[in-house]
């Protein structure tokens, strides 16, 4: 509902500014894209949480990797972290600790873990380590490791896309500055010079 209002009310101050009949065209055009794209946006709540988890899965993983290590089973190693983690990640082991506990497969029972940010990897660590009887706990220490060095990657590529984004607005600073400093100076003399 806020979303339409907000593109009703976009619309509404472009139809003013514009005025007249192109300006309830213009307004009315403004409004439906407006609307369009607010409603592709993420919600806020959604990308909270989406963002929690992406930095709750790596630890979670780590966890889950030192509890196995030191001799509890699954459910168990699953219930104690999903206990101490909490959050989005927190809620969905909780889950998965509840199924393992009515005795579902370790395919089914890490479902709720697909909706997640790697959480489908997570997941398919746990099958391909049922399939096969590779240490879970190991799967569990590379799959931090990658999310880990994934996030540290997609840290530095922002870092990078901001320092390019600052030469805008740096340059549309400067360039009219270095014009009316350096060239129009010359100019001006070079006029001066031709006139006389």
Request: aromatic content about 4%; glycine content about 12%; proline content about 5%.
């Amino acid at each position: 509902m806020t979303r339409r209002l907000v593109a009703l009310l976009g619309g509404l101050a472009v139809g003013v500014l514009v005025g007249g009949w192109p300006g309830v065209a213009v307004g009315l055009g403004t409004a439906v894209v407006l609307a369009r794209y607010l409603a592709r946006l993420e919600p806020a709540q959604v990308r909270r949480e989406r963002e929690r988890a992406e930095l709750d899965l790596p630890y979670a993983a780590d966890l889950l990797a030192a509890a196995l290590r030191a001799g509890l089973p699954t459910e168990r190693a699953v219930q104690v972290v999903a206990g101490h983690l909490g959050g989005p990640v927190g809620h969905r082991l909780g889950a998965v600790a509840r199924s393992l506990g009515l005795g579902l497969t370790q395919a089914d029972a890490w479902r709720p873990m697909y909706d997640l940010p790697a959480g489908a990897r997570m997941s398919a660590a746990v099958a391909r380590s049922a399939d096969s009887g590779a240490a879970l706990a190991g799967a569990f220490v590379r799959l931090a490791d990658d999310l880990r060095t994934t996030r540290l990657a997609a840290v530095e590529a922002a870092g990078q896309r901001s320092g390019v984004l600052l030469v805008l607005p740096l340059g549309l600073c400067f360039l009219p500055a270095f014009v009316l400093a350096g060239i129009v100076p010359v100019i001006v003399a070079v006029l001066g010079d031709v006139l006389r």
